[in-house]
């Protein structure tokens, strides 16, 4: 009896110890660390708890990230790679790793829900440009190192049919300097509003503003490629790319601390901050 005994708390002993290791070995990993934020952000794991984040929070691979509407919040991530999320923005990160030893590893993949940020390239997407993806209901984004503007407007029918009506009623001469030879049913269709166009907010669909470099911008429908100084947008998944001849209305406006450069990242997984996030499950 004594030996059953003792056999039993060994496998007991077998198990926990197997069970920490694969907790540990799913366990996500360390994707950035929250170095500026004018307001409340969550963080929604993959988990499905809910975390309340601050100054020098880490992110993780898996996380959603979501702000009010007053926040803006600057993460900076292990390969020095910096996003500036806008007030009422979701983003997720789909899949996140970094080791500086080891390039064939990298992966930076995110999803912009809804909402608008500011991506600039770290070293992650300086080595290996092909493994950055920005996915968005209309398109993808892909870098060539640079610094751009992104802000993704979901659907609403009522707003989608009067932009569209009022671009149908409104001037089509701005509509010459797209660069893609689209037909005009389709462009009125892409295009967004004038700024003479009287409309309260954008229409749904994805807009980029590229700042430095290049970046490409991909659906089912077709590929263009913008460089610093251009805009774009793309209505749908069912209308192409195409640059607009000035900026749409994109507003990107952080608080002016946001400009003043914080703690250098290093290449290497920070440790765990002193800050204590609120998590609720």
Not at 21 to 33: D, M, R, Y
Not at 129 to 149: D, M, N, Q, W
Not at 228 to 255: E, K, L
Request: charged share 15%.
């Amino acid at each position: 009896m004594s030996q059953l005994k003792n056999c039993t708390a060994t496998k007991a002993l077998l198990l926990l110890v197997l069970w920490c290791s694969c907790t540990l070995a799913l366990a996500a990993q360390v994707a950035g660390t929250v170095v500026q934020l004018s307001g409340p952000l969550l963080a929604r794991k993959a988990s499905g708890a809910v975390k309340i984040l601050s100054l020098k929070s880490e992110v993780e691979s898996g996380d959603t990230l979501v702000t009010e509407k007053n926040t803006y919040a600057l993460v900076r991530f292990i390969d020095n790679s910096e996003m500036t999320l806008k007030p009422s923005t979701t983003m997720k990160i789909d899949s996140y790793a970094f080791d500086n030893a080891k390039p064939d590893g990298d992966s930076a993949n995110f999803s912009l829900v809804k909402g608008g940020l500011r991506s600039v390239t770290g070293l992650l997407g300086k080595r290996n440009k092909e493994k950055f993806e920005l996915k968005t209901p209309s398109a993808t984004i892909g870098i060539r190192g640079t610094t751009f503007v992104a802000e993704y407007v979901p659907p609403d029918e009522a707003r989608a049919t009067a932009s569209l009506q009022a671009w149908l009623n409104a001037s089509t001469a701005a509509l010459g300097d797209t660069v893609m030879p689209v037909a005009p049913l389709q462009l009125a269709q892409a295009a967004p509003p004038s700024p003479s166009t009287p409309s309260p907010s954008l229409p749904p669909g994805l807009y980029v503003h590229v700042i430095d470099g290049l970046i490409h911008v991909t659906n089912p429908i077709g590929t263009s490629n913008f460089s610093a100084g251009q805009f774009g947008y793309t209505a749908s998944p069912r209308t192409p790319p195409v640059i607009v001849p000035r900026d749409p209305g994109i507003r990107f406006s952080p608080p002016p601390s946001f400009s003043i450069p914080g703690p250098t990242g290093s290449t290497a997984a920070p440790g765990k901050s002193n800050t204590v996030d609120c998590e609720v499950r």
